[in-house]
């Protein structure tokens, strides 16, 4: 007798047979359904690999053809739709088979959020494609034949680790829309100057220390991001992109503000590089100018020429070193919001800045010697059957819908009218009695980035405010307010709020999920204390107003807030850091913090 045992009955056929696939299926409705719209979603199904039956949709016979069915006039499967658009985001797909060349028709393809380190040579084939989304991937590098895609119209490729981009993705002359941001490129082809119908660049967050001058030939472009590079200088060539809006050059390594002379520039965002001063050169190229941000640099003074920027609308200063304000600021004849936290400004009283713009500007006028005749409103403005005096003309041309300092216990239906059908950006409804937020402010949900509800006698915060989904910055302060909801952590977008002089006894628990944040102002509550680690996860979160609170003790892990470049502390009980420390600036209180933590 054999001395080993046997464990089991042996399959004597194990040897001839093949392991079963673990090949992922798709349900046959899905496909089914796939055939007659030409469209077929696959997102978020944690597939690691595109089943075959999907590449092979529009080549192979369904299965239920193969079986004695009888097929209505809907059901004729051989009157199906060639797949257009596949969406295979949200999976774990590592790579693309070259099987994809038997999806001729596609239009659209989305392979966003996947782990794919390659493209295949075959996705050179879909000459029909115009959305190709392959954003939140580990790709290299871009194949060449991707650049063969003639009727590309919009390509997505943040967030992953290209290092450079072949030469020829100048022949993608349809492209409309190329975002490449979040990746590493150091440079950027010369090429890149044909693709002349772009509308739409974004090169943020990347390695870039230069520009090309080719990018002057996209007359066409409207928005250009180049913030989070490493850029010392900005072409002049710039000057000739004629159709530029919008240009981001946040968090670079500026130390001038760039000359551009583009006719149509509005927006123009320069927060976070080394600008000391503005000069007159400069100034006067931005000839259409509507909103400048300058924060956290180091501008000591701003010129009398600042009146050349005749449009502007909003200036933004915070974090500079400002000492004092030309009173000829108070002639430009839009400006509605002037921010200035964070400079040590001196000869005006804090009182009078906490007021906000339009006190503060008229304080400016004030010093003026020779006070310029002001010009009537009347052909601007229009007195409405409840002596509510909008201005029409605010709300046409700089998309301002103002009715303030009316100490009104609701705003009238005959405002709202006013504004209706347009694009209103920024909304001022403060130093009246509202108890709550106007229900139909909703009305401009599309397009409000602004809304001031300053001194006012809100005691909540409706939802409602979390539907503004555009919104950059809200002013709440002076109200009674003592929580904000929980759905304002859908502001994805928003940048500053203000809560100074309300009745917070905590840190509102949803400001720590807004990663977007870059100034909480909180002075005058009763807030007891903050949580440091949560604090660290906004990364851009650069003011953090304190003052004038319950604080009983400030956690030394603050220190580690790198981001922040003004912290005010002052008037509140804590013993540690000394009142001594406090006033040397913030500097200064977070070095002393960072050397009380437990090493």
Aim: some cysteine.
């Amino acid at each position: 007798m054999s001395r080993f045992k046997r464990a089991g009955p042996v399959d004597s056929l194990a040897g001839f047979r093949t392991e079963p696939t673990t090949e992922p299926t798709v349900p046959s409705g899905l496909l089914k359904a796939a055939r007659k719209s030409g469209q077929l979603n696959l997102s978020g199904r944690g597939l690691t690999q595109v089943p075959q039956d999907v590449y092979r949709l529009n080549v192979d016979t369904p299965e239920e053809a193969h079986q004695n069915v009888s097929f209505g006039t809907s059901d004729r499967w051989w009157e199906q739709a060639d797949l257009t658009k596949l969406l295979l985001s949200s999976n774990q797909l590592t790579q693309l088979s070259d099987d994809i060349r038997l999806l001729p028709a596609l239009t659209t393809l989305d392979l966003h959020d996947n782990q794919l380190r390659s493209l295949p040579s075959a996705l050179g084939e879909l000459q029909e494609l115009q959305q190709l989304r392959l954003n939140q991937n580990q790709l290299t590098s871009l194949p060449v034949e991707v650049c063969t895609l003639k009727n590309l119209c919009s390509i997505s490729l943040q967030q992953n680790l290209l290092e450079s981009l072949p030469e020829e993705l100048g022949q993608l002359e349809k492209l409309t829309q190329l975002d490449l941001s979040n990746n590493h490129l150091k440079g950027l082809p010369s090429s890149l100057g044909r693709l002349t119908r772009l509308q739409t660049l974004n090169l943020g967050h990347n390695k870039l220390s230069c520009l090309p001058d080719s990018l002057a030939q996209l007359t066409n472009v409207k928005l250009l991001d180049c913030s989070n590079n490493q850029l010392t200088d900005i072409p002049a060539s710039l000057s000739e992109m004629v159709a530029l809006e919008q240009l981001y050059l946040r968090h670079n390594q500026l130390r001038l503000l760039p000359k551009v002379l583009a006719p149509e520039l509005k927006e123009l965002y320069v927060g976070n590089n080394r600008i000391e001063q503005l000069e007159t050169e400069q100034l006067a190229c931005l000839k259409a100018i509507s909103l400048l941000e300058l924060r956290d640099n180091k501008i000591k003074t701003l010129p009398e020429q600042i009146t050349l920027l005749s449009t502007l609308t909003r200036l933004d200063l915070t974090n500079n070193d400002v000492t004092t304000l030309p009173a000829s600021l108070s002639l430009l004849p839009k400006l509605n919001v002037l921010l200035l936290e964070g400079n040590p400004l001196r000869g005006i009283r804090r009182d009078l800045l906490a007021k906000g713009t339009n006190e503060l500007l008229e304080y400016l006028r004030g010093r003026i010697t020779e006070d310029p005749e002001r010009a009537d409103e009347g052909p601007t403005a229009m007195t409405l059957p409840s002596q509510a005096r909008v201005n029409v003309h605010s709300i046409k041309t700089l998309k301002l819908l103002d009715y303030s300092e009316k100490q009104a216990a609701d705003i009238p239906d005959e405002v709202f009218d006013a504004a209706a059908d347009q694009s209103v950006t920024t909304v001022n409804f403060s130093k009246n009695q509202l108890i709550a937020i106007p229900p139909r402010l909703v009305e401009f949900l599309p397009s409000v980035s602004d809304i001031n509800l300053g001194f006012n006698r809100l005691t909540c915060c409706s939802p409602d405010i979390c539907k503004f989904l555009q919104l950059a910055h809200i002013n709440l302060r002076n109200n009674q307010l003592t929580d904000l909801p929980s759905e304002m952590k859908n502001l994805t977008k928003l940048c500053s709020i203000t809560l100074n002089q309300n009745r917070f006894k905590s840190f509102p628990e949803v400001l720590y999920q807004i990663v977007s944040l870059e100034t909480v102002l909180l002075g005058n509550n009763q807030v007891r204390e903050v949580d440091p680690r949560r604090l660290m996860k906004l990364d851009h979160l650069s003011t953090l107003d304190l003052s004038n609170n319950d604080l009983m003790n400030v956690p030394p892990e603050l220190g580690l807030c790198t981001s922040l470049r003004c912290l005010s502390l002052e008037g509140n009980p804590f013993r540690s850091p000394r009142a001594a420390i406090v006033a040397k600036g913030t500097d200064a209180v977070m070095e002393y913090l960072r050397s009380r933590i437990p090493t």
